[in-house]
């Protein structure tokens, strides 16, 4: 490199600012991502009765703040869930694991499945799709199951005055969203 860029003289101008403010958004990302796990953790529990077919579970990354997944998995093996496996899973994700957001101050949430679940579905007769989809949408989740892996993507809003009210509208924001995504499976699962 011969010269530097101009973004790169202007970054340098205000390093050390824009350090502590780098070292703040991350502070405030950390509480709001640590907190909305600690409330998924309590909070999935009610999505899983004794005689469910789902148990829910959770995952954060610990290596590299600002990514956790929740995710259903089956007790015993039922056309498109493998047991024991997260075939279909919400994942939450900041600015620093989101390349994609319209609106920095905000984190993804993101319905994913695996390749498997996508070639299973192929099995369930396709009226139980059909009614496994409006019962998501009732429950206010969209799911496109032609989308490939990726079968609905929102954006929710940060709170940047209050790690609280974040914590507060992620929380509620991704357990609608499972509960959404537990209906659809439930309603695949059942005609199975």
């Given at each position: 490199m011969e010269k530097l860029s101009?973004?790169?003289k202007l970054y340098l101008q205000d390093f050390y600012i824009l350090n502590e403010a780098q070292s703040d958004v991350f502070i405030f990302l950390d509480a709001v991502m640590n907190q909305v796990y600690q409330n998924l953790v309590e909070e999935i529990k009610d999505l899983s009765g004794r005689?469910?077919?789902?148990?829910?579970?959770?995952?954060?990354?610990?290596?590299?703040?600002?990514?956790?997944d929740v995710w259903p998995s089956t007790k015993k093996e039922v056309?498109?869930?493998?047991?024991g496996k997260g075939d279909l899973y919400l994942i939450c994700r900041d600015v620093r694991h989101e390349a994609e957001l319209s609106d920095t101050a905000s984190v993804s949430v993101t319905i994913r499945c695996t390749n498997y679940f996508l070639r299973s579905l192929r099995q369930v007769p396709s009226e139980t799709l059909e009614l496994a989809l409006k019962t998501a949408e009732e429950?206010?989740?969209?799911?496109?199951?032609?989308?490939?892996?990726?079968?609905?993507?929102?954006?929710?809003?940060?709170n940047l005055?209050?790690?609280?009210?974040?914590?507060?509208?992620?929380?509620?924001?991704i357990m609608e969203r499972c509960q959404g995504?537990?209906?659809f499976a439930l309603r695949i699962v059942k005609q199975a």
């Open positions: 101009e973004a790169g005689d469910d077919v789902f148990v829910w579970e959770s995952w954060k990354n610990e290596s590299k703040s600002g990514r956790l056309i498109p869930f493998r047991k429950h206010g989740t969209s799911v496109d199951v032609n989308k490939r892996n990726v079968l609905n993507r929102e954006e929710v809003k940060l005055d209050s790690v609280s009210g974040s914590v507060d509208s992620v929380t509620e924001f995504v537990k209906e």
